[in-house]
């Protein structure tokens, strides 16, 4: 079969490998599309830390089983059989850990990730093992567009977040970033009941496109002729913020970019009993910051992380997009094939729209 394999850092290769065969217990899949996240361009560029060399990408799958083992069927919750669509949730959970027990598989403490530590969608078959088949698998009806359920599991990873931050209906949101994540952050605070949603962004395209397709507020961050260290934009940022706020501030914070620091600035933007969500990464070095513990204290604020998305969190994102409740089609903004790939991860890189997808059928 034909893979995109990733040796290390900056060497993604196209190689034809043996056909894979379905694990006992397991399961095997004919790749239909796999979406590119940025964290596929963080582990082209640089690496990750789950990521384990050489790798198979790929965690936003959509496919058709092509095989299941019938010892199978009976674990799960569904029954499955050969020729059906599926998405998949990407973690290889073990089931039974405390985390698991909880429904919080997503912190497994033996968590394997599909595109991370184990092979990903970026090929044309993918081997799920036994593990996969309880929880992983959510059925598709026919007909249903293989590409846009690609955004299943970043949209879950959202549903994840504002859990975190407990964003609810009434409530005003700051989202820093408006790229893919924080387009889906916006569709979702809007499904919420938020009354007041901001997003920052600085690309004039992805500003056009979420005023067009979100009912969000988008504070404009493009650079102009203003000094050049950024330090003006957020300054009339902040003041749009209270502004929109009756200087209040808002409710939650959502990091939908690496680019945005968690500091004593960003608490300052919160309202009392505000929450921060730390859903992006942060990047080396900004991980440091001090932050006044006793304003804190005082204004009952908050600040949480959140990373992935558990299996439930999944399944109701893949709700979401059935049911028509989440409209997000006009994210995807390139589709190629495999031998393109590297088209894909160029569209996704250089922020030219939303979201790229390599599809195979």
């Known amino acids: 079969m034909r893979a995109a394999v990733l040796k290390s850092p900056k060497n993604l290769m196209l190689l034809d490998l043996p ?5 006992p217990g397991g399961a095997l899949i ?16 640089q690496g990750h830390r789950d990521l384990q060399y050489p790798r198979i990408l790929g965690h936003e799958v959509v496919g058709r089983i092509e095989e299941i083992d019938p010892e199978a ?3 799960c919750p ?9 998405q998949l949730w990407p973690g290889i959970a073990c089931g039974c850990c405390p985390a698991c027990l909880q429904g919080a598989d997503n912190r497994c403490q033996k968590m394997r990730i599909i595109g991370f530590s184990c092979d990903g969608g970026f090929a044309e078959r993918l081997a799920l093992p036994r593990q996969s088949l309880s929880c992983s698998i959510n059925p598709l009806p026919e007909g249903a567009d293989p590409v846009l359920f690609t955004l299943t599991e970043p949209l879950a990873c959202c549903v994840n977040g504002q859990e975190q931050a ?28 938020a009354e007041k949603i901001l997003v920052a962004e600085r690309l004039p395209g992805r500003i056009g496109e979420i005023r067009r397709n979100t009912s969000a507020q988008v504070i404009d961050l493009s650079p102009d002729d ?26 939650a914070i959502l990091t939908a970019t690496p680019e945005i620091k968690i500091n004593q600035w960003q608490m300052s933007l919160l309202a009392p009993g505000g929450r921060i969500c730390i859903f992006s990464g942060p990047r080396p070095g900004d991980d ?51 031998p393109r790939i590297e088209e894909a991860f160029a569209h996704s890189s250089r922020r030219a729209g939303f979201k790229s997808v390599v599809c195979f059928a």
């Open 19 to 23: 056909e894979p065969s379905s694990p």
């Open 30 to 45: 004919r790749v239909e599309a796999c979406a590119v996240c940025g964290t596929d361009i963080k582990m082209l560029d």
């Open 73 to 75: 069927k009976a674990g």
């Open 78 to 86: 569904s029954e499955l059989k050969a020729g059906e669509l599926v």
């Open 166 to 193: 407990r964003l609810s209906e009434g409530e005003s949101v700051l989202i820093w970033g408006g790229g893919p994540i924080g387009a889906l952050h916006a569709l979702l605070a809007e499904l919420k009941g």
């Open 226 to 251: 203003r000094d050049g260290d950024g330090r003006d934009l957020f300054r009339e940022a902040e003041r749009t913020i209270l502004s929109e706020t009756d200087g209040r501030g808002v409710d």
């Open 288 to 338: 440091a910051e001090m932050l006044d513990l006793r304003s804190m204290h005082y204004l009952e604020q908050t600040i949480t992380g959140s990373y992935g998305c558990s299996s439930r969190h999944n399944r109701l994102a893949a709700r979401l997009l059935l049911s028509g409740q989440i409209k997000a089609d006009w994210i995807i903004t390139k589709r190629t094939d495999l």
